[in-house]
């Protein structure tokens, strides 16, 4: 079942760290300006003139208020510091593949929501309601016609219960407390069991008090590979990409820029992105230098692929798309709602980069 996935989904910011290969590497363009653009501010202070304010010139720079060029250079430098950063560490991962126990040939996916604390962005530790201490949960991939048995524990201090979004599930496995089920009280167990039914990108979140228990990161990607996979595309990194916007702020993949996650890339390769958007805002994610193709959208094939570099992402909407990687450098990939992405402090949420490793920079 994992043939695809785990070389290429995790091509992280482990790596990274690793070999450094983003500031030594991948990032030069992008830092690079910026370094350019911005030298030893002390050097440059008395001669460079500040044309949105004239006649500042005669006030001392080291009294009274900023100049305007003295203000750029600040904003500048927390731009800079921010993207210097980038990919920041951080305690915990999201999205990691949880990996079943067979019994009797039935998939067991074991999973118990808790409460922990989430570290977003360096230094930023926020309360959340996790499954198996993650943000999001674990990633659990199936293929379509797998036996399936999720065994839910409910550590939490509410009722819970967990909806398999986008399954075609029998109606009792459809995990809406009243409608099909009791809630999971706290302290207790629930178990839900069917045969998956059709392929895709799909989703799993709580669907009680759900406003507030899958924006504390009760969610997580819930994929089905095809029976058949002749029409399956062939891709040499898979990542999976959800968005949220709930008391985290606003994440990728369970983090704040610039703790999120570059995508990672050689030229020529082809990259597939499972956008999930598990938020309650729409976010239009757009990726600088290259189209996205998209082949998919909420698991189902779309009739003809089509072409953009700005995908609308609704709340609950799964799209697919493959990019083919042909335009070497660090490109930015961001939601271009810009509130959500950039402030005078900088860049920030749902940020991060395509890098794109040419022959000398691999
Ligand atoms: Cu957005």
């Not at 507030?212 to 089905?224: D, E």
């Not at 959800?242 to 999120?260: E, Q, S, W, Y």
């Not at 070497?328 to 890098?355: D, K, N, R, Y």
């Amino acid at each position: 079942m994992s043939d695809v996935m785990p070389t290429s989904e995790l091509p992280s910011r482990r790596s990274f760290l690793r070999t450094g290969t983003l500031a030594a590497v991948a990032l030069p363009a992008a830092v690079g300006a910026i370094t350019a653009c911005n030298p030893d501010l002390a050097a440059r202070q008395p001669t460079v003139p500040d044309d949105h304010a004239p006649g500042h010139d005669a006030a001392p720079a080291a009294a009274g208020p900023k100049t305007a060029r003295e203000r750029a250079d600040e904003m500048d430098r927390h731009h800079e510091a921010g993207i210097k950063a980038f990919p920041a560490k951080t305690e915990g991962k999201g999205n990691q593949p949880l990996a079943p126990k067979m019994v009797g040939g039935v998939k067991v996916f074991e999973l118990t929501c808790s409460e922990v604390q989430w570290e977003t962005k360096p230094g930023k530790r926020v309360k959340a309601w996790a499954y198996n201490g993650q943000v999001p949960g674990p990633q659990i991939r199936v293929r379509e016609g797998d036996r399936v048995r999720v065994l839910v524990k409910n550590e939490l201090p509410e009722s819970t219960a967990v909806h398999f979004h986008g399954l075609e599930v029998p109606n009792d496995q459809d995990g809406v407390p009243f409608i099909t089920q009791p809630p999971i009280k706290p302290g207790e167990s629930y178990t839900y069991e069917f045969t998956v039914p059709n392929a895709g990108s799909h989703m799993y979140h709580s669907h009680h008090n759900a406003a507030v228990q899958v924006g504390n990161g009760l969610l997580g990607a819930f994929i089905v590979e095809p029976r058949d996979r002749s029409g399956e595309p062939k891709v040499d990194v898979d990542y999976t990409m959800i968005l949220n916007d709930g008391v985290h702020d606003f994440t990728l993949n369970g983090k704040d820029f610039p703790a999120t996650e570059p995508v990672v890339c050689k030229k020529g390769e082809t990259v597939r992105v499972r956008f999930m958007n598990e938020g309650m805002m729409i976010h239009p994610m757009h990726l600088h230098g290259m189209h996205m193709t998209v082949i998919a959208k909420d698991g189902w094939p779309q009739p003809m692929p089509w072409k953009c570099d700005t995908l609308n992402i609704a709340p609950g909407e799964r799209w697919d798309v493959l990019i083919k990687a042909n335009n070497p450098g660090t490109w930015a990939f961001h939601c271009h709602i810009l509130s959500h992405a950039e402030a005078p402090q900088g860049m920030f949420g749902m940020v991060t980069v395509l890098v794109v490793q040419d022959a000398t920079t691999a």
